[in-house]
């Protein structure tokens, strides 16, 4: 035996011992649950799987079987799924990677892992149209089959978890892609299903990869003040513990780190520092009841005691018990004044209510004794909404993601009708939202409505705990503005499908129309007739420019006559002319010699590698694209973007656009680095506020030009009431000269807020 074949056979015994002991360590989580033991059919399912990815490694370079049993150990342990689910975890991957079929799975383990395992997999074919995103196609096919199978999604996220542990082997560019698409996508689903530790999880290391400094940024300071941390929470939570073993409960209490994605969002948001957070720390009570059905009682027994010790926020009570979210989160939240003058969140649930934070709808199973509970009726309300937003055709795969996005996992308020019937609905939601979830008469027919009894307009935002009273008139109709402020799926295609019912009425008119008075001036009607029609109007295609004549907002003329008759005349005479060729030879000279020095802009066509990176330097940045959206600067966190002409965009990874870039159309997304020599300036905007003084802009003024050296290119101040709100536009090479001048800025006496808004 050679030394080849040796390597290649240890290598195999490591591979088999490996793989072994990850499905043995499996079957242990399993048996250790309280699922029914049906070990033969995931022994099988295990087998079968191994066989069929057999040969197979991942880009990190292990058997390819490790992934399905590390879904399938991720479902069973931290999920608390039973076999039906781990069978299916461990099968997920056998249709879209072998020749096996779905039939096959049907035949060998039944149709209900089939159904599962199909809904995991990919397709190939096309919900949105050829010009479709393959990822909205095969998230719309998700939903599909979730809303006959939750465990579907479930099996989603346990795999979406373990390619995000194991992210660090794929290249840049599909790493900004999955991560993107979990933050947008997945972080949100596992958030609306309770599974708190798994979107935590997930949001943390999708922000790992999307931005490594920064999150090692906060790692490291997170770090060095854990030992501070360490000594609030024992001050604090010294008291408390001898309160409660007074009243004789049974309990732990937590200490709970924010995650450094929501630091991170923090500081973005609110324009701080990571010292300026003071809400890092929070603790959490878990007891178990003295009596479960009186659990909700002991949660305010307990908060009774502990304002018996800290004084309480009055604002900040949030009762999750009596209206438990709609992910079946429970607990009571309070905000406490400590010794030392620090507000501290504390967290008052059950151990149930803890499971049921956890693990979500997966976790409140175990406790469910018969008939249906309140999380099964808030999973089938939302399964609803799902079949609602699919039922209605979206045209646009990113039109569908935003439907997802923002039906299915905004916050809930709770509105009242007349009669005192709760209602859930998305917050941000307008009264005309309200009048289509009711009825579709009711919404196409609504003129306003009476909120707290006041009369309101169509888009006026409700709020949580308003009473709404519809009001309609039967000569309203749906109107094309709605559109423009209604928030909800349901409102949205309802209106969608009452305007394309009515449009194509006014179309038929509108193209009678057309057609007479085509005859009338004795005119062709072709398709070219049609487009300059559309374009002498300012129309943007041919069904508007239907609508348009058939509501009469455009009215045909002679004027339209004579245009057409001009287009036709000079593409007549223009017929010679190319023939001639001095005719144009010096616009042509002149147009060469404005343009032979711009470089072209980058043509992603076939045999452009999407693995290399974009290096932008001086010579290279004429050659990409930068959109409006979000102002990159050297020194940003940039990607690139193939759009629909070839061309390279470059985004911030934080920019929103960006964001649904990388979830619709992900395999477009690029890596992208600066290579810049501080050469080129570039524009940067900064706001400031603080106490209105004198010599305030004599002081700005002098760092920003005279110290820094930096040049102002525009500059506003207002003051009102002694607080000034200042916003300076300035030209720099790169983000850290801006961190540099506003970190000077806030050193300047009453200066209160310095921020970066482009």
């Not at 465990?151 to 989603?156: A, D, M």
């Not at 010294?238 to 630091?263: C, N, T």
């Not at 706001?687 to 005279?706: P, Q, W, Y």
């Amino acid at each position: 035996m050679d030394e080849q074949e040796l390597k290649n056979k240890e290598r195999e015994q490591a591979d088999n011992k490996m793989i072994t002991d990850a499905f043995n360590h499996l079957l242990d989580t399993y048996l250790h649950s309280s699922h029914r033991k049906k070990v033969d059919i995931i022994t099988k399912a295990f087998n079968f799987a191994r066989q069929a990815h057999k040969g197979v490694r991942r880009l990190s370079g292990e058997p390819y079987i490790m992934h399905p049993i590390a879904v399938a150990q991720i479902a069973c342990e931290e999920m608390g799924l039973g076999s039906t689910s781990i069978c299916a975890a461990l099968l997920h991957d056998v249709v879209e990677d072998t020749d096996y079929t779905v039939e096959d799975i049907q035949n060998i383990f039944g149709p209900k892992i089939a159904q599962i395992v199909d809904g995991l997999t990919k397709i190939s074919g096309g919900i949105f149209g050829d010009h479709a995103s393959a990822q909205a196609e095969n998230f719309k096919k998700l939903l599909l089959t979730m809303s006959d199978d939750i465990r579907v999604i479930l099996i989603k996220i346990c795999d979406r978890l373990h390619n995000m542990r194991t992210l660090a082997s794929q290249p840049a560019n599909k790493q900004y892609k999955i991560a993107g698409e979990t933050l947008y996508i997945y972080a949100p689903i596992a958030n609306r299903l309770g599974l708190n530790k798994i979107k935590t999880e997930l949001e943390d290391l999708s922000f790992k990869f999307e931005y490594p400094e920064e999150y090692e940024r906060i790692m490291k300071k997170l770090a060095v003040t854990e030992s501070d941390r360490q000594k609030v929470f024992d001050d604090f939570t010294a008291p408390i513990r001898e309160s409660l073993d007074k009243m004789g409960f049974q309990y732990h209490i937590k200490a709970r780190v924010k995650s450094p994605y929501s630091i991170w969002c923090k500081m973005q948001n609110k324009h701080v520092t990571f010292e300026e957070i003071y809400d890092i720390l929070a603790v959490r009570i878990i007891f178990i009841p003295k009596d479960r059905k009186d659990e909700i009682n002991e949660c305010f027994q307990i908060y009774v005691a502990l304002n018996q010790i800290y004084k309480s926020h009055p604002d900040r009570l949030r009762d999750w018990v009596n209206h438990p979210k709609a992910n079946g989160y429970q607990a009571l939240h309070a905000t406490l004044m400590s010794k030392k003058g620090q507000w501290i969140e504390v967290q008052i649930r059950s151990d149930r209510m803890d499971d049921i934070a956890e693990q979500g709808f997966a976790a409140h199973w175990k406790y469910k004794e018969g008939g249906s509970t309140d999380e099964d009726m808030e999973l089938n309300k939302w399964i609803g909404t799902i079949k609602e937003i699919l039922d209605d055709p979206q045209p646009d795969a990113m039109d569908f993601l935003d439907s997802i996005k923002l039906n299915l996992f905004a916050s809930e308020i709770f509105v009242f009708t007349p009669k005192g019937e709760v209602k859930t609905m998305p917050a941000g939601c307008t009264v005309l939202d309200f009048a289509f979830q009711i009825h579709t008469f009711l919404g196409s027919h609504c003129i306003g409505a009476k909120v707290n009894h006041k009369l309101v307009p169509l888009s006026h935002k409700l709020q949580s705990g308003d009473q709404v009273e519809v009001l309609t008139s039967n000569s309203q109709h749906a109107q094309p503005s709605w559109l423009n402020f209604v928030f909800t799926a349901k409102a949205r295609s309802k209106i969608q499908a009452i305007l394309r019912r009515d449009n194509r009425e006014l179309q038929k008119v509108g193209e009678d129309t057309l057609n007479q008075w085509v005859k009338g001036k004795n005119l062709e009607l072709t398709p070219m007739l049609i487009d300059q029609l559309c374009k002498f109007h300012d129309i943007s295609n041919q069904d508007d420019l239907f609508v348009a004549l058939g509501k009469k907002t455009v009215m045909l003329s002679d004027k339209d006559a004579e245009m057409l008759n001009e287009k036709k005349k000079s593409e007549n005479s223009s017929g010679w002319r190319k023939y001639v060729p001095f005719l144009h030879k010096s616009s042509k000279k002149k147009e060469e010699k404005n343009t032979e020095d711009i470089p072209k802009l980058i043509a992603a066509g076939e045999g452009f590698d999407k693995k290399k990176p974009c290096i932008i330097s001086e010579r290279t940045i004429g050659m990409y694209v930068f959109p409006k959206c979000c102002h990159p600067i050297p020194g940003d966190d940039i990607l690139g973007f193939i759009d629909g002409k070839k061309h390279v965009e470059i985004h911030k990874r934080s920019c929103p656009v960006a964001s649904k870039l990388k979830t619709s159309f992900g395999p477009r997304i690029l890596d992208a680095k600066w290579d810049m020599h501080k050469q080129l300036f570039f524009d940067a905007t900064i706001e400031l506020h603080g106490i209105d003084r004198k010599g305030m802009l004599h002081d700005v003024a002098e760092i920003i030009s005279n110290k820094m050296n930096v040049n102002i290119h525009t500059v506003s101040f207002t003051a009102d009431d002694g607080i000034f709100e200042g916003r300076i536009e300035i030209r720099v090479h790169d983000r850290d000269e801006v961190r540099s001048i506003m970190g000077r800025l806030k050193k300047i006496a009453d200066m209160q807020e310095v921020q970066q808004i482009m």
